[in-house]
T-cell receptor, first 114, second 112 residues
Framework: DAGVIQSPRHEVTEMGQEVTLRCKPI?????LFWYRQTMMRGLELLIY????????DSGMPEDRFSAKMPNASFSTLKIQPSEPRDSAVYFC????????????FGSGTRLTVV | SQQGEEDPQALSIQEGENATMNCSYK?????LQWYRQNSGRGLVHLIL?????REKHSGRLRVTLDTSKKSSSLLITASRAADTASYFC????????????FGKGTRLSVIA
């Protein structure tokens, strides 16, 4: 398996634009997590899915953020409209039900909103 | 919050020395995990220790867990320049199938 695949790796956009981040989890993993990492706040959980169903989105900072998982092999995180304070590295991670091997993280998307 | 907190925030050592990082947490856990993050990359799972274990080894890594003190330590022996990275602890709550909560990490620099 190629691991968790995120795209794009880097995204620079202007304030007010819509941004869509993509994630392909490891085949067979049934949980998917979106995290955001900044120097000030560290690694924050935004939302997670079990079996494609959103379980807890209390970490989503505002209604401008939304996430979907239409099938077991794909998830998106959308920010509309984007703001400079959304600039961060966004990570997607997946795990199997047992979680005995922890989470597998993607390489992240570095988002810069100017 | 059961967020793990690593200590120290930053650590600089010479190659060949041992590096020790500590993690404290607040609530009961099923297990505690350590991850490494190289600059510009995602986190990589290193080792998991269950709440009924006290010590675990993996190569040059040694992890201890003291549930009475709600603390864990990660020891990297005979460090190498390639060990330069940030190290995070993450706790898996005892109650329910909740996601891991990560600390802010220890930034380790190993100087050749």
């Amino acid at each position: 398996d190629a691991g968790v695949i995120q795209s794009p790796r880097h995204e620079v956009t202007e304030m007010g634009q819509e941004v869509t981040l993509r994630c392909k989890p490891i085949s067979g993993h049934n949980s998917l997590f979106w995290y955001r990492q900044t120097m000030m706040r560290g690694l924050e959980l935004l939302i997670y899915f079990n079996n494609n169903v959103p379980i807890d989105d209390s970490g989503m900072p505002e209604d401008r953020f939304s996430a979907k998982m239409p099938n077991a092999s794909f998830s998106t995180l959308k920010i509309q409209p984007s703001e400079p304070r959304d600039s961060a590295v966004y990570f997607c991670a997946s795990s199997d039900a047992d979680r005995a091997w922890g989470y597998t993280f993607g390489s992240g998307t570095r988002l810069t909103v100017v | 919050s059961q967020q793990g907190e690593e200590d120290p925030q930053a650590l600089s050592i010479q190659e060949g020395e041992n590096a020790t990082m500590n993690c404290s947490y607040k609530t009961s856990i099923n297990n505690l995990q350590w991850y490494r993050q190289n600059s510009g990359r995602g986190l990589v799972h290193l080792i998991l220790i269950r709440s009924n274990e006290r010590e675990k080894h993996s190569g040059r890594l040694r992890v201890t867990l003291d549930t009475s003190k709600k603390s864990s330590s990660l020891l990297i022996t005979a460090s190498r320049a390639a060990d330069t990275a940030s190290y995070f602890c993450a706790t898996d709550a005892q109650s329910g199938n909740t996601p891991l909560v990560f600390g802010k990490g220890t930034r380790l620099s190993v100087i050749a």
